[in-house]
């Protein structure tokens, strides 16, 4: 059985942009995650790599996430959807994105 399922922990990069289609909320993020490494030089952490997705949550997911902001740290649990477009000068082009299922805020427990 195949599966497609992904599991994201990061921050918010951009803007959240939420619009009406159709009938149904769409928030769109751009989330941003970065993987951390030990140098096996100087034995301290640093950011080994970066990367970004775009997600897309709909309807009441959409509506209960509406206030997040640049700098938030979310986790983002969905799938992947891969879109392929030609432009006008007939270039192809593809791109992946997360639909959430779930989407929430992290915050950090006060001690």
Do not use: Y
């Amino acid at each position: 059985m195949d599966m497609n399922h992904v599991t994201l922990v990061g921050r918010i990069c951009q803007t959240p942009e939420k619009k009406i289609v159709g009938e149904q909320s769409l928030l769109k993020l751009r989330v941003a995650w970065n993987r951390r490494a030990k140098n096996e030089h100087t034995g301290e952490w640093e950011d080994a790599e970066t990367g970004f997705f775009d997600v897309s949550a709909w309807g009441f997911i959409a509506d209960d996430n509406d206030t997040l902001d640049i700098g938030d740290k979310v986790l983002v649990s969905g799938r992947l959807k891969q879109r392929s477009w030609t432009d006008d000068d007939n270039n192809k082009h593809s791109a992946i994105e997360i639909v959430a299922n779930d989407l929430g805020q992290i915050r950090r427990a006060r001690t």
